[in-house]
């Protein structure tokens, strides 16, 4: 099983969706003290974000099948990371989607012994292996904050993955 499929997307339409993603984030997290690199939405925050009408990443997840069951955004900066990990049962298969600062960071995953066996620079949307131990890496280019949002799926594209 690979651990992530790069999913092919116009370049100005996903600027357009993480302005979107952006756009929403600020507006949530404008009363909200940030602490931990993963931050789950509830399912109000998530019904309201998905009922923008015109929704660009509505029609994205839409066109490829996709029935969107959790959205949470992960941040970094000088006082939030994450180390190497394995994500809670039962997805394996979910989306990374790029909103900010995401140049020069890394998806890196690891065996069970914690030999890399796998990175990529998180600047595409991607289907993400998440039951493996994985963590971000950050390059000596990358900017703070670094915001990226993940989804999971009822129906998770883990044939992509094969
Ligand atoms: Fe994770």
């Known amino acids: ?6 999913l092919d997307c116009d370049s100005d339409r996903q600027q357009k969706m993480a302005d979107s993603l952006y756009g929403y984030y600020t507006g949530i997290t404008a009363n909200r003290e ?3 690199f993963w931050n789950n939405l509830n399912r109000k925050e998530i019904q309201n974000y998905f009922s923008i009408p015109n929704l660009e990443i509505k029609k994205w997840f839409d066109e490829q099948g996709l029935k969107v069951r959790d959205m949470s955004f992960t941040i970094t ?3 939030i990371y994450t180390v190497m990990h394995k994500d809670e049962p039962p997805v ?3 989306i990374n989607f790029p909103v900010l600062n995401t140049k020069d960071t890394y998806n890196v995953w690891y065996d069970d012994w914690g030999n890399e066996i796998d990175r990529i620079e998180c600047t595409n949307p991607s289907v993400f292996r998440s039951d493996i131990n ?3 890496e950050i390059g000596p280019n990358a900017t703070y904050p670094r915001l990226q949002f ?3 799926f009822y129906n998770e594209p883990l044939h992509l993955l094969k």
């Open 1 to 6: 099983m690979k651990s992530y499929f790069i």
């Open 77 to 79: 900066n000088e006082e």
């Open 92 to 94: 394996i298969a979910k």
């Open 150 to 152: 993940s989804f999971c």
């Open 134 to 136: 994985h963590t971000v």
């Open 34 to 36: 940030l602490t931990t």
